[in-house]
């Protein structure tokens, strides 16, 4: 991030989260912050077992979820190729406005068990399908359905 107070670059420390700006304020004084909003992919630690091979992501300082009212596939079977571009669109009909995350993915096969404990692999190549990512904060506010933050995502 950038920071600036009256148009001059200043560089506060940064202790658990929170950058301390410490001066004689003065009526008028301007508090710039320029924050990076490209989408960046984040991938949990290695011992994070649940989260192994998937990844989250983020846009600015939020982090984004899926939900299945806005996605056709089964949340499960959803894999984000690691070559996939973002396009950010404004939604002023959730959450009062927020900036949802689209892409096209790929959507493995959901397998029929059937009562079934194991069955083959199915080998057949993944389906692309669009993706539409909402920040985190907002999820929950449409009606019921599943949400994850973690997807699979190819190498």
Known sequence: FQLRVNGAPVSP???????????EWKRGDIVELS?????QRLTAHPKVLYSRGQ?????????????QVDNTASL???????????????????GGGIVKLTTTGLARKTADWK???????????PKPVTLTAVP????????MGEMVVWIGSSF
């Open 13 to 23: 420390p940064v202790s658990r989260g929170y950058a301390t700006i410490r001066r």
């Open 35 to 39: 924050v990076p909003l490209q989408v």
């Open 115 to 125: 009562g079934r404990l194991y069955q083959p692999t199915d080998v057949s190549e």
């Open 136 to 143: 985190y904060a907002v999820w929950g506010n449409r009606g």
């Open 55 to 67: 990844v989250a992501l983020r846009r600015g300082p939020l982090v984004y979820s899926f939900e």
């Open 76 to 94: 499960d079977d959803i894999v984000l190729p690691l070559d996939a571009v973002f396009e950010t669109q404004f939604d002023r009909n959730i």
